[in-house]
Each structure stands twice: as structure tokens, then as C-alpha cells.
């Protein structure tokens, strides 16, 4: 088992009004190594809140979450950081490419926080960026791309450390029919490489792809199903 929540709950709490909004209540999930599972959700359902907990950037008020055998929330910060940097490969849906940075040296940056050495960054950085077929594009920057092009950069440093959890948050939301497609095509051979892929999106022909599919709603994980 990759991820297992057991009665996660998360609370924020407004400065301001005193007010409390209750964005995850008693979540149970579990996801296996090499699952290709989706989360839907309507804006304010607890979609976000929970992609934040899974991959490491919030933690719950209560319950539990192992991740790949770890108890996250008996870990330090410092724990949490490294095996976020280590173990999850995050898509963004507006790249987050560094404009001053070629595709290779942007694909090689985090391998560089994992302590890897100059030479290996650089060869692990180029199988990638061959694996979503950007090899002809290394010293191209992020403006000399088309926005399918970005999003395979991304890709590729997102898989660059093969981290057993690739994390994919709307990551067709800013690009056009043709390239989500490619890009939903490539999360889905990534997964039968052997990645665990969640994706999140609004988009329901594209939570299909997946093999199953969960819904938020009112912060619960009200619906399991096989996609």
C-alpha cells in the first residue's frame, strides 16, 4: 500500500471571524503502488485540501496517513520535506518553469536538492525529457515553447528521480484539446511504467482515463468507482 488515510480531518480556522470551515471530515482512502486513480470535486468541495495532504504540503488536525509506510504525522518537518522531495513528482497546471532556465537545467534543478551530482543530473534529466520527447528542445527556454510542450517539460522533471508518486493537478487545465490529450496519454504511460499517478481535475472525460475515480464533496470522499 502506497497511501492509506484512516479519519483525516482538517480544519481551517478564519483570523478574522473567529469562523471554522470544517475542508476534510473523517476521509478514508487507501491507494495502491501503481494505481491510476482521479479526484473530482466542485471548487470549495475539499479537493484542493486534499491533494495538499497527499502530497505533503498540509498536514491533517487528526487521523492518520501513511505514506509508503511512513506515519506522516508522527514525522518532522524536516522528514516530511525529504520524503516529499524524494517520493512525489508534482504537474502543476501552469508549469512552474523557471523563464531564466533551459528545458534541461529546469528538469535537472531538484535533482540537484536530492544531492545528486552535476554529471547525473544532467544524464537523468536528458533520458527524461527523451522519455516525453523533448530531446531536440534541451537548451530551448520555457517562452521558445508551445504550452503542450511546457507541461512535458514539467513531466519530465516531475519523473526525472522516478519518485514512486507522480501528482498531476489540472495539468491539461491551460492547454488546448490536442496537447491535454497527448498529455493525458503520457500519465496514463506513466503509469503502466510502474508510477503511482492521482490526478486531479474538473474535467470528467479526463478522470475517466483513470482506473478509478473518487468524488469530494462537503469534504467527504463520497464516491469510489472503477472509471
Known amino acids: 500500500m502506497l497511501i492509506e488515510l484512516k479519519a483525516l480531518c ?7 471571524k473567529g469562523n471554522c470551515v470544517e475542508a476534510l471530515k473523517n476521509v478514508n482512502l ?18 484542493s485540501t486534499l491533494m495538499n495532504i497527499l502530497g505533503l504540503l498540509d498536514t491533517p488536525d487528526s ?34 518553469l523557471i523563464p531564466s532556465l533551459t528545458t534541461l537545467e529546469n528538469v535537472a534543478l531538484p535533482l540537484e536538492y536530492r544531492g545528486v551530482s552535476r554529471t547525473a543530473r544532467a544524464e537523468k534529466a536528458k533520458k527524461a525529457l527523451e522519455l516525453v520527447g523533448l530531446s531536440s528542445r534541451l537548451f530551448h527556454k520555457p517562452s521558445e515553447l508551445s504550452g503542450g510542450q511546457q507541461q512535458r517539460v ?22 488546448d484539446s490536442k496537447s ?27 478522470a475517466r482515463q483513470a482506473d478509478r475515480m473518487i468524488r469530494v464533496e462537503d469534504g467527504r470522499v463520497s464516491d469510489y468507482g472503477t472509471a
Open 10 to 16: 482538517r480544519t481551517y480556522h478564519s483570523r478574522d
Open 30 to 47: 487507501s491507494v495502491e503502488q501503481g494505481e491510476y486513480l482521479s479526484i473530482t470535486g466542485a471548487s470549495g468541495s475539499g479537493k
Open 63 to 96: 487521523g492518520s496517513y501513511c505514506f509508503d509506510g511512513n506515519d506522516i504525522t508522527q514525522l518532522t518537518d524536516k522528514e516530511i520535506s525529504r520524503i516529499r522531495n524524494q517520493s512525489i513528482g508534482f504537474v502543476f497546471q501552469s508549469f512552474n
Open 154 to 175: 514539467a513531466i519530465a522533471r516531475a519523473i526525472a528521480s522516478r519518485p514512486p508518486l507522480i501528482l498531476a493537478d489540472e495539468p491539461c487545465g491551460n492547454l
Open 180 to 206: 491535454g490529450g497527448e498529455i493525458m496519454d503520457m500519465l496514463k504511460t506513466l503509469n503502466q511504467s510502474g508510477h503511482t499517478v492521482i490526478l486531479i481535475t474538473h474535467d470528467s472525460k479526463a
